[in-house]
């Protein structure tokens, strides 16, 4: 299995709603990502899960809130959204481990988030 | 921190010419320097990368060129097919702040039938 799924494809919550996107991989990778990507930009840096520990948070504000339950799954804990937190939400994983070497990124699809 | 500059931002050929993107960095520590494509709607897909102890990768249509010496490195795509038209971002990581890549602003190409 080499592939990065994520749920749901599509969301449409309201400023008040609390919701969470899933990120799951079986590849083994001790380290996963979430981004958030805009229309026409690339991806942004949110935070960084390296063996289950949040080892980066690029000061994502609070209403975003990451959660690493177990080696193979990702989540973030979405709450009192803003309208221009709208954006395509991506995990990725990579092989980075111990020995300091870096690796590329396997994406998932992302989840289409709007915020109304 | 690295800044990665990508050029061109759109990128225009007809099918079977190559496609050249060029990438600048500006962190001398940064060491792994991956492509990715982008199709609409999809995640970016890794499509070839390259460490600094290289100089050229190639994977069948496609090749990167690394000069560190200049903090440059680009992707060389020949025989383009309409299928190549995607987005494509170039990346840099340093070995410090693992797990950091930072990307390019993309380029978008279009192979034209």
């Known amino acids: 299995d080499t592939e990065v799924t994520q749920t749901p494809k599509h969301l449409v919550m309201g400023m008040t709603n609390k919701k969470s996107l899933k990120c799951e991989q079986h590849?083994?990778?001790?380290?996963m990502y979430w981004y958030k990507q805009k229309a026409k930009k690339p991806p942004e840096l949110m935070f960084v899960?390296?063996?289950?520990?949040?080892?980066i948070n690029e000061s994502v504000p609070s209403r975003f809130s990451p959660e690493c339950p177990n080696s193979s799954l990702l989540n973030l804990h979405l709450h009192a959204l803003q309208p221009e937190d709208s954006a395509l939400y991506l995990c990725?994983?990579?092989?980075?481990?111990?020995?300091?070497?870096?690796?590329?990124?396997?994406f998932g699809s992302g989840t289409r988030l709007t915020v109304v | 921190g690295e800044n990665v500059e990508q050029h061109p931002s759109t990128l225009s050929v007809q099918e079977g010419d190559s496609a050249v993107i060029k990438c600048t960095y500006s962190?001398?520590?940064?060491?792994?320097f991956p492509w990715y494509k982008q199709e609409l709607g999809k995640g970016p897909q890794l499509i070839i990368d390259?460490?600094?102890?290289?100089g050229e990768k190639k994977d069948q249509r496609i090749a990167v060129t690394l000069n560190k010496t200049a903090k440059h490195f680009s992707l060389h795509i020949t025989e383009t097919q309409p299928e190549d038209s995607a987005v494509y971002f170039c990346?840099?990581?340093?070995?410090?702040?693992?797990?950091?890549?930072?990307f390019g602003d993309g380029t978008t190409l279009t192979v034209k039938p």
């Open positions: 990725a994983s990579s092989q980075d481990g111990r020995s300091g070497i870096n690796y590329g990124y396997t």
């Open positions: 590849m083994g990778h001790r380290a």
């Open positions: 899960y390296s063996y289950e520990k949040l080892s």
């Open positions: 962190d001398s520590a940064s060491n792994y």
């Open positions: 390259i460490r600094s102890n290289v």
């Open positions: 990346a840099a990581r340093p070995n410090t702040n693992a797990g950091k890549s930072t």
